[in-house]
C-alpha cells in the first residue's frame, strides 16, 4: 500500500504563504496523478487541485483557490507540491494528498495523516 506524508502546514496570517509537500513511498511515483484535498472542521473533506501523471502538464484547481495556489511535482523526489499564496481564513482546513484518477478529483482513497493549515491573524 502506498503511503502519502504531508508537511509543510503551520499557523499564518491572512494574505501570508505556505508551501506543502506530499513524500510518496512508491518508486513508481511518475504514473500517478495526484491530488490535493482539504477538510475544514464539520465539513467534508474537498478537492482542491490536481496534476497529470508524467510532467504534470495539466492541472486543475477548485475555483475558490485559483489564481492563489498552484500545484507541482517533482518525480526524482516522489514529491507533490502546493504552493498557496493570498491565504484566507476560510482556506484553514486539514489538506491531504492522494492518488487520484481523473483531474475532476476521483481519488483512489488512500489518504495520510494530513497536515494543519490555519490562516488567522
Known amino acids: 500500500q502506498v503511503q502519502f506524508v504531508e508537511s509543510g502546514g503551520g499557523l499564518v496570517q491572512p494574505g501570508g504563504s505556505l508551501r506543502l509537500s506530499c513524500a510518496a513511498s512508491?518508486?513508481?511515483?511518475?504514473?500517478?496523478?495526484m491530488g490535493w484535498y482539504r477538510q475544514a472542521p464539520g465539513q467534508q473533506r474537498e478537492y482542491v487541485a490536481g496534476i497529470s501523471d508524467g510532467i504534470g502538464g495539466s492541472t486543475k484547481y477548485v475555483d475558490s483557490v485559483k489564481g492563489r495556489f498552484t500545484i507541482s511535482r517533482d518525480n526524482a523526489k516522489k514529491t507533490v507540491y502546493l504552493q498557496m499564496n493570498s491565504l484566507k481564513p476560510e482556506d484553514t482546513a486539514v489538506y491531504y494528498c492522494?492518488?487520484?484518477?481523473?483531474?475532476?478529483?476521483?481519488?483512489?482513497?488512500?489518504w495520510g495523516q494530513g497536515t494543519q493549515v490555519t490562516v488567522s491573524s
Open positions: 492522494t492518488r487520484i484518477q481523473n483531474l475532476w478529483g476521483d481519488s483512489y482513497g488512500s
Open positions: 512508491t518508486t513508481i511515483f511518475s504514473i500517478y496523478a
